[in-house]
């Protein structure tokens, strides 16, 4: 059913698109009307999907299953989490806990996230991050977020807060990767190269830091820069 509605949605759009340039002002004025009315309903859909989520969550968790929110794996050892010795270090505890009235917040955060609407996942993570300064989830997913709508300066501050507060590899290496990026997109090649070089070291299963290092050192006016965004869809 909501295939069948978002093919009509996008072959009516697809339709408005291609009149559109030629069309004269009334049709325009019309076409906008169209186009206001099909915002409308798939901002409706998303509510509801989020509305979904956060249910879900919250049934899931109370029959203590929390895979609806994402918790990074404690060690055990090097062969039971299949990891290199230096990727094994024990999360401490603002990685691993989340104040059981914020999980819905952080839900519905990484819904507005991995569709791509940083403007409303930044609200919904920036207020766990008021409420609970010390949970790394939301700062993590708070940085990256400012990441997408190029708030460096934003961004920068909450990597900096997330490797000074975090012990968990992967995380560090996310935050080290990240403010590669930020000095790399400010020309600042040689910090951005020793940051990557240091997210690397931290994880080296994370490769994100060894393509932007080729990148600095190989295409510098054209960079192409993966700052570990697509790590947290995984999430």
């Excluded at 806990?97 to 569709?115: C, F, H, R, T, W």
């Excluded at 590899?169 to 940051?195: D, F, R």
Aim: hydrophobic share 40%; glycine share 4%.
């Amino acid at each position: 059913m909501f295939q069948h509605m978002f093919s009509s949605m996008n072959d009516m759009l697809d339709q408005i698109i291609e009149q559109y340039q030629d069309a004269d002002v009334q049709e325009k004025q019309h076409f906008d009307e169209q186009m206001n009315e099909l915002k409308k309903v798939s901002d409706t859909f998303i509510e509801q999907w989020l509305v979904f989520e956060e249910k879900f969550a919250e049934f899931k968790e109370q029959h203590g299953d929390l895979t609806a929110i994402p918790q990074m794996p404690v060690s055990t050892g090097a062969a039971q989490q299949n990891l290199p010795v230096s990727e094994t270090a024990t999360c401490n505890a603002a990685d691993l806990e989340i104040p059981d009235e914020l999980a819905s917040v952080i839900s519905k955060g990484q819904g507005y996230y991995k569709l791509f609407m940083f403007p409303q996942a930044a609200m919904q993570f920036q207020s766990v991050i008021i409420q609970s300064p010390e949970c790394n989830l939301a700062r993590l997913f708070l940085g990256m977020t400012h990441m997408h709508l190029q708030n460096w300066s934003e961004a920068q501050r909450h990597f900096q807060l997330l490797i000074a507060l975090t012990d968990f590899p992967k995380w560090l290496a996310m935050g080290y990767n990240a403010l590669g990026c930020i000095q790399a997109v400010h020309m600042n090649l040689a910090q951005a190269e020793q940051l990557f070089m240091k997210a690397y070291d931290v994880c080296p299963s994370f490769k994100d830091p060894l393509n932007n290092l080729k990148s600095c050192q190989e295409t510098p006016k054209q960079l192409s820069l993966y700052f570990g965004s697509t790590e947290l869809c995984c999430l």
